[in-house]
T-cell receptor
Framework: GAVVSQHPSRVICKSGTSVKIECRSLDFQATTMFWYRQFPKKSLMLMATSNEGSKATYEQGVEKDKFLINHASLTLSTLTVTSAHPEDSSFYIC??????????????FGPGTRLTVL | KQEVTQIPAALSVPEGENLVLNCSFTDSAIYNLQWFRQDPGKGLTSLLLIQSSQREQTSGRLNASLDKSSGRSTLYIAASQPGDSATYLCAVRRRRDDKIIFGKGTRLHILP
């Protein structure tokens, strides 16, 4: 199946710094990527939908200026958490949609990035 | 609004037992339903994906069923093993906006 990678897998930063998380589709081109957030013992919540070459669409309640999303190529989307605070500590997971003929536009998920803000 | 509910929230069973995890969803207008496994601190592993036109999918000891009209799916795990211990997430891909909505998961613990 299609593979999606994320980097870094784990990051610890000080409050007030910005952190960039990369999401890559390794063996397919993804016109659409998604960013999710997961709090401990909670389910995944969609943060935003990222379309290549256009602005991301954010879910209600997600701050656009706080979580900057860039989808500059068909294989890479980035999520930047700006001026991170402890409450931004969470598990961030991306997914990419494979528009391939036999994949039914299935979404494939990355392994996640654990962000800890001190 | 699409809601996905998973019951039970947690389950502990002795090794070797067969078990069923339940998932219900409120909006039947879906493309598919997917079951994932998530180990602590890890990402998602896709287990089974059932298209809306399908009734069930099987992979090894896992069998997932889908009854779209009643908004229900079950994940059946046969002959459970300690290695099956994980959180199992159910997710539906809804038609109206093509978004995936997740349940809160069932935390499964298989006792050796």
């Amino acid at each position: 199946g299609a593979v999606v990678s994320q980097h870094p897998s784990r990051v610890i930063c000080k409050s007030g710094t910005s952190v960039k998380i990369e999401c890559r589709s390794l063996d397919f081109q993804a016109t659409t990527m998604f960013w999710y957030r997961q709090f401990p013992k909670k389910s995944l919540m969609l943060m935003a939908t990222s379309n290549e070459g256009s602005k991301a669409t954010y879910e209600q309640g997600v701050e656009k200026d706080k979580f900057l999303i860039n989808h500059a190529s068909l294989t890479l989307s980035t999520l930047t958490v700006t001026s991170a605070h402890p409450e931004d500590s969470s598990f961030y997971i991306c997914s990419a949609r494979d528009p391939g003929q036999y994949s039914y536009n299935e979404q494939f998920f990355g392994p996640g990035t654990r962000l800890t803000v001190l | 609004k699409q809601e996905v509910t998973q019951i039970p929230a947690a389950l502990s069973v002795p090794e070797g037992e067969n078990l069923v995890l339940n998932c219900s969803f409120t909006d039947s207008a879906i493309y598919n339903l997917q079951w994932f496994r998530q180990d602590p601190g890890k990402g998602l592993t896709s287990l089974l994906l059932i298209q809306s036109s399908q009734r069930e999918q099987t992979s090894g000891r896992l069998n997932a069923s889908l009854d779209k009209s009643s908004g229900r799916s079950t994940l059946y795990i046969a002959a459970s093993q300690p290695g099956d211990s994980a959180t199992y997430l159910c997710a539906v891909r809804r038609r109206r906006d093509d978004k995936i909505i997740f349940g809160k998961g069932t935390r499964l613990h298989i006792l050796p």
